[in-house]
């Protein structure tokens, strides 16, 4: 497999200096594999700098040597090439950032960066949710008309996608983009205004605009035993908080935020789980054998009763069970 003749003239006339860098690569990671990076340049940089070159050809050569200098990068810390840990940053390379070719050739730096962070980030809390980010992008990003629209799109795509712990920035950068372009980001191009969504988010973290009207929220799950790749080495135990729950298991502890769109678990401290109890207003679900009871109906929890916990702040509730690693959350209202 041969690159490009742009990207080749680009090299040619840098070639001492790129190949004085892959041999500081090389020194400064011992483990640096230049087949694996001579592979992701094909793959991946290759199609960028064609896309590039077809739209601003006088930017090429400046978003060659970014991008020569983020791929050596990002290969020798295993995010990307043949030996990378996940699959998601060559596909935003592959599939997404030649989309991207006007916005690349404005902000090379800016923007590639940007889309390498999100997706190893969102690839790090679940497959799912880095498929649901690269799909959305895909779909909308090409209707940002500056930088910081995508930056702005992109960081609103990755609460869509589970991000859990994004969403008041998201929402905060949702106003920022287009009314036609933030209603469609959030598949909510049916709702009368952007205003009028977003006041339904800040009252309920689990509205949906795709909900119909009687139809039951949807609920999530967070959480296995770490033998078998999950967050928890023991049954947890949680805590409510304003932000969400503080969660225990064995010496672990964490910070679980969840919405309609996920669930995110962030490291913390055993004093914040000590905290003095966190006192809901909500009323709490009522128990009904193994169901909860909700203003929206009864949800079968499929546990035994013994030992069940369950804990609630103002739009979330919590099960746990010495019977499971995981957590169940479901919407309050």
Known sequence: MSISAPFARVLAAGRPQFNARVVEARRRTPAFDPEAFAAFL??????????????????????????????????????????????????????????????????PGEVLAALNNAAFNLGKISERCGEAWLRHMTALAGQADSVSQLLALGQVLAWRSGAAHLRASALAKADKLPEALALAAFGAEGQA????????????????????????????????????????????????????????????????????WGAVLHPATAEEFEQPAYAS???????????????????????????????????????????????RLLPLR
């Open 281 to 327: 207003g909500a009323r709490a679900p009522w128990r009904k054998g193994t169901a909860l009871g909700f203003d929206y109906g009864e949800v079968e929890l499929g546990l035994p009763t013994e030992r069940l916990a369950i804990a609630h702040n103002e739009h979330t509730v919590a099960v746990t069970s010495p019977f499971t690693h995981a957590i």
């Open 42 to 107: 094909q793959s991946g940089v290759d199609g960028v700098i064609v896309a590039v070159d077809a739209v601003a050809p006088d930017r090429t050569t400046a978003v060659a040597v970014v991008a020569y200098e983020m791929a050596l990068s990002l290969v020798a810390q295993g995010h990307a090439g043949p030996n990378a840990r996940q699959r998601f940053v060559d596909r935003v390379w592959i599939e997404l950032a030649p989309m991207l070719a006007e916005r690349v050739a404005e902000a």
């Open 193 to 260: 205004s952007w205003t009028a969504v977003r006041q339904q988010w800040l009252a309920n973290p689990w509205w949906s605009p795709q909900r119909g009207i009687g139809q039951a929220p949807q609920d999530q799950e967070i959480g296995a035993f770490t033998g078998f790749g999950g967050s928890f080495p023991q049954p947890p135990e949680v805590r409510p908080c304003a932000e969400g729950f503080w969660v225990k298991s064995g010496d672990r502890y964490s910070l679980l935020i969840a919405d309609v």
